[in-house]
């Protein structure tokens, strides 16, 4: 064989070798939840392997978390933008609301949720 075509093997085979290491790896990447998997309604799933009593872990393979989760993140969407609204209304002015105001109106929006869907209520771990 000539020089020439040694090395076009050669770097061939060095290529094959390459692509055929880095396959697993990059299929190990995709089975890892992305920024995306932890937005929206993913991060409300997500949240049902998170520890009591954060999260949802109580509804963890609940048939019913999916349409749960639906209205969560829509009701959450929606304070999400009026209060995106309000501070461009408000330009410097800071939110009036306490840590605990927000708190409380964000365990009314999961109570509705979860009252809609006949699930159980969570209680206020805060008090």
Known sequence: MNTMLKKILASTCSAAVLISA?????????????????????????SANFPKPHGESDL????????????????????????ALDMQAN???TS????QESHAEELAMR???????GLPLVADHGK
């Open 60 to 83: 963890k393979g609940n048939a019913k978390l999916p349409a749960y989760c639906d209205c969560f993140m829509a009701k959450f969407g929606a304070r999400a933008q009026k209060a």
């Open 96 to 99: 009036r609301k306490t840590l």
């Open 111 to 117: 109570n509705s949720c979860r009252k809609q869907f």
């Open 91 to 93: 330009p410097g002015k």
């Open 22 to 46: 880095a396959l697993p790896f990059a299929q190990a990447q995709t089975a890892s939840p992305t920024i995306q998997d932890m937005t929206g309604a993913n991060m409300c799933l997500q």
